[in-house]
C-alpha cells in the first residue's frame, strides 16, 4: 500500500518529484483535482481525486498515508488550504508532512504572499504532525512566462528597474524536488527542520538577459518597465487581480532589497552536489526560449 503522498503533481515541482519516485520501486500516491491530467504512469505511481475544499476527498486521499508532500498555489487562499489539508492529516494518522513554502515567510509580514506563507507554516508547527519546512527562493520556472517574449522579441521584462542592487535569488525546481524526494524517503531524519533553498547566485535581470544571450547565441535584452506595465501584462494573461495586488508589492522589495537576501547551501548539503545555476536551468530549458520553426 502506497505510504506516500504528492500533492500539486501537474506542476513542476510536484511532477518533478513523482519523476524521481517513478524510478524507485516505492509505491506512491498522487493527489490530483482531475486524474485525465496524471502527469506520469508507472505501475508504482497511482492517483486520486482530491479537493482542498472537499475534506471527504482529502481524508480518502490520506487514508493510509505515512508522509506528503504539500504544495498549493501561491493565492490568498493559500493558508486555508494548507489548514484544511493539516488538519485532515491528523485525522488520517499521518505522521509527516514536508511543505513547500518560501523564503521571508512570517505570519506577521505586511506583505500578503510572506504573510500567507507564514500563517501555513504555523499551521503545520502547531499541529501533533512531524514536519520538514522547505523555503524555496523564487522558481527558475517562472522564467518559463517568459519564453515566448525572448523567443520572438529578443527581450526579457521584468518591473525591477536597473540598479545593481535590484538583484534576484532563485532555485531550480529540479533541485526542490531531489530535496523533498530525500525528506520523503528518509523523514525521521529531518523533523522539525526548516531549509532554505537557493541557487548558487545573486544577478540582475541584465546578468540573466547576458546569460540567455551567450545560450541563445543572439542579443536578448533586458526591458526594464513600470509595476503598471507588468500588471497590465499579468490582467491580460488571465491573473486575478487580487493575486497580482500580493505579487506587485514584492516588486519594490526587489527593487530595492534584493541584494539582502542570503544565498543558503542547505541544497548543497542534503544533496552533496552543488545547487544548480540559473545558466544550467537555460541550457537545459533552452528549447523553450527558441523561436518555434513555422
Excluded at 112 to 120: C, K, V, Y
Excluded at 168 to 173: A, E, R, S
Aim: charged share 25%; proline share 4%.
Amino acid at each position: 500500500m502506497e505510504k506516500i503522498l504528492i500533492t500539486g503533481g501537474t506542476g513542476n515541482n510536484g511532477k518533478a518529484i513523482l519523476e524521481n519516485l517513478a524510478n524507485t520501486n516505492m509505491p506512491v500516491r498522487a493527489m490530483l483535482r482531475d486524474i485525465s491530467k496524471a502527469p506520469i504512469r508507472t505501475k508504482n505511481i497511482s492517483y486520486v481525486k482530491g479537493d482542498y475544499e472537499d475534506e471527504h476527498s482529502l481524508l480518502e486521499a490520506l487514508n493510509g498515508i505515512e508522509s506528503a508532500f504539500l504544495v498549493t498555489a501561491f493565492e490568498s487562499s493559500f493558508a486555508k488550504k494548507h489548514a484544511a489539508f493539516i488538519r485532515v492529516a491528523e485525522q488520517a494518522g499521518v505522521k509527516h508532512i514536508v511543505q513547500l513554502s518560501g523564503l521571508g515567510a512570517d505570519a506577521s509580514s505586511p506583505i500578503d504572499i510572506a504573510r500567507w506563507l507564514g500563517e501555513a507554516e504555523d499551521y503545520l508547527i502547531q499541529s501533533t504532525l512531524n514536519w520538514t519546512i522547505l523555503q524555496p527562493a523564487s522558481f527558475n520556472s517562472n522564467f518559463f512566462a517568459s519564453a515566448d517574449e525572448v523567443a520572438n522579441l529578443s527581450t526579457i521584462s521584468a518591473p525591477f528597474g536597473c540598479e545593481p542592487g535590484a538583484t534576484v535569488v532563485t532555485v531550480d525546481h529540479q533541485d526542490i524536488a531531489d530535496v523533498a524526494t530525500k525528506i520523503l524517503m528518509e523523514p525521521n531524519l529531518h523533523k522539525g527542520k526548516k531549509y532554505i533553498l537557493t541557487g548558487p547566485e545573486k544577478l540582475t535581470y541584465s546578468d540573466i538577459a547576458q546569460i540567455l544571450s551567450e545560450e541563445l547565441d543572439r542579443e536578448i535584452k533586458y526591458m526594464p518597465i513600470s509595476d503598471k506595465t507588468a500588471r497590465l501584462g499579468l490582467l491580460n494573461s488571465g491573473i486575478p487581480e487580487s493575486d497580482i495586488d500580493a505579487l506587485a508589492q514584492l516588486w519594490p522589495v526587489t527593487r530595492e532589497w534584493g541584494h539582502t537576501i542570503e544565498l543558503s547551501d542547505h541544497t548543497e548539503k542534503l544533496l552533496g552536489r552543488g545547487a544548480t545555476s540559473i545558466r544550467a536551468f537555460f541550457r537545459s530549458e533552452i528549447h523553450r526560449f527558441k523561436k518555434k520553426e513555422v
